[in-house]
Each structure stands twice: as structure tokens, then as C-alpha cells.
């Protein structure tokens, strides 16, 4: 089974998702800003400094793909060109309810690689626009930043690991996903035999702001999530997911993992088993 997050130089727990007050100390800091939410949208309006970086730019193939492509330097070059640095924290911005968690899937993915500091801005770029804040539509890119490639294997589940059974699945898809339809084109329809579900909209108030601690996890121990065993989260493609990582991990969660294949691999292997 994956390790303990314990006592590797991650984000501090609770720290994960932040307010636009703090995501600002950050920026003052010199915080990279990874832009989640797709070129197209980034080009209509983005957080000075912000630049875009796609999760399906990072996939091991094309279509019905969510597995985190083998060639980590490739992807560490895209975060480079962002301007993410080792020694600077990394702001990630995405569209919040609005959008799929393309947030959570860069957090992850920049928490796999190595990098130490990452927070996730909570609310994305609707609260931001909300609160009046500034925004550019300025094409300037960052000074490229310096990236090593450190991956935590701890936090990435494999199929196998998940067929081993001694974690928690979270599925974090729509019901009618968990219960059988297919709208994202799965092999086979169903969920991996156990697994509890919690779709990951569901951990957000209407406006997209993340719900407050003690009201997360409630919602997760009542859906079977436990704060105090492994808990693997997957989805179709390892994105929606990928933001259930990243509440845990704020909820300072210390055994938790992303499963990037998700049930676009697992439904595509006629040999595991779905209910």
C-alpha cells in the first residue's frame, strides 16, 4: 500500500485552499501562478503573471486518457515555462464549480513531481473577478523557473493498488456515473466494487468556495471517507479526482492518493470487476 504523506515537506495541512487575502501574501511573495482553467479561457482574463498550463497536455496518449504520461520531464518543462520554481510556492487557479477540478488534478500532479509548497486558490478565478480584482489579458510570459523532478510515488495508486483493496475508493463522479451511465465514454458502465461515492461538487458551497472544515468532514464521514485510513480518490480520468486529493490534503489527510487512470483504464481492462 502507498505510504504516509506524514512527515514529507508538503503544503501544511489546512493551508491547501486559500482565501484571495492570502493568495495575495503569495503572489507578493513571488508565487508562480498556474492558470488551470484552458488557454482559451486564460486568454480572456487572467491574475497578472498567470500563466496556462492544460492537464491534457500531460496525458500518457490521446482520447479516454487520464494517466499522467511516463515522460515527467515533459511535464515539469510545461510548469518551468510557468515560471514554477523549487524555491517559490505555486499558486493554482482554475474555474472552481464552474469547472471539472482541473485545479486539484495540477496540485496533484505538482505534489507528485516533488514540489514542496502548492496551494490552490479557493473559489478560482470567479471569486477573484467577483471580489474586483485585477486581471490582464496581457500575453507576457514568466521567467521560465527551475523545476526538479522528485516523484512521491506515494501519491499516485496504480490499478493494481487500487485491486488490492486495502485503501478506501473515493469515487468522485456524478451518481449517474457511479451507477452505470457512461457520458464520458467508459468501456463498461459501473464503479470498482466497494468504492464509496461523493461527487466532487459536492464539497463546494454555490459559489464555488470550498465548504467550511467541520462541514467537509462531516459530509466525508457520512459518505464513508475516514480521515484515519488510506483513502485512494478516482474519477473517469484522474481530474475530479485530483481536487478530492487536494481537500483531503487540506483536511491534512495523511494517507492519500490520486488514481490518474481512473475508470477510463479501469473499465478499458474487461478483466476487473465492476458493480
Not at 500518457?60 to 499522467?68: C, E, H
Not at 486558490?121 to 489579458?137: E, F, I, K, S, Y
Not at 464555488?208 to 474519477?235: F, N, Q, S, Y
Request: glycine residues 12%.
Amino acid at each position: 500500500m502507498f505510504g504516509l504523506l506524514l512527515g514529507l515537506p508538503l503544503a501544511v495541512a489546512g493551508e491547501v485552499f486559500v482565501d484571495l487575502d492570502a493568495a495575495q501574501v503569495l503572489l507578493d511573495a513571488g508565487a508562480a501562478v498556474v492558470d488551470a482553467r484552458g488557454k482559451r479561457a486564460w486568454a480572456k482574463g487572467h491574475i497578472p503573471g498567470a500563466w496556462p498550463v492544460s492537464w491534457t497536455s500531460q496525458r500518457d496518449g490521446l482520447l479516454r486518457v487520464g494517466r499522467l504520461t511516463r515522460d515527467l520531464e515533459s511535464v515539469a518543462a510545461q510548469f518551468r515555462l510557468a515560471g514554477v520554481r523549487q524555491d517559490a510556492p505555486v499558486l493554482v487557479v482554475g474555474a472552481a464549480g464552474a469547472g471539472w477540478g482541473e485545479e486539484g488534478r495540477l496540485f496533484w500532479t505538482l505534489e507528485y513531481l516533488g514540489h514542496p509548497d502548492v496551494h490552490v486558490l479557493d473559489g478560482g478565478m470567479p471569486a477573484w473577478v467577483a471580489d474586483g480584482r485585477a486581471t490582464v489579458t496581457d500575453p507576457t510570459q514568466p521567467v521560465p523557473g527551475e523545476l526538479s523532478v522528485q516523484p512521491r510515488s506515494a501519491l499516485r495508486a496504480s490499478i493494481d493498488t487500487v485491486a488490492a483493496g486495502d485503501a478506501v475508493v473515493w469515487d468522485a463522479r456524478e451518481r449517474r456515473e457511479y451507477d452505470g451511465a457512461t457520458p464520458y465514454l467508459e468501456a463498461r458502465g459501473g464503479h470498482v466494487p466497494g468504492a464509496v461515492h461523493l461527487w466532487f461538487r459536492d464539497l463546494m458551497g454555490p459559489e464555488g468556495l470550498l465548504l467550511p472544515e467541520d462541514t467537509l468532514r462531516r459530509k466525508l464521514e457520512t459518505h464513508g471517507i475516514p480521515m484515519d485510513e488510506p483513502v485512494i480518490a478516482l474519477c473517469t480520468g484522474g481530474v475530479r479526482s485530483g481536487f478530492a486529493y487536494a481537500v483531503l490534503r487540506h483536511l491534512g489527510h495523511p494517507a492519500v492518493a490520486n488514481y490518474d487512470g481512473s475508470m477510463w483504464e479501469w473499465t478499458a481492462d474487461k478483466s476487473r470487476p465492476l458493480d
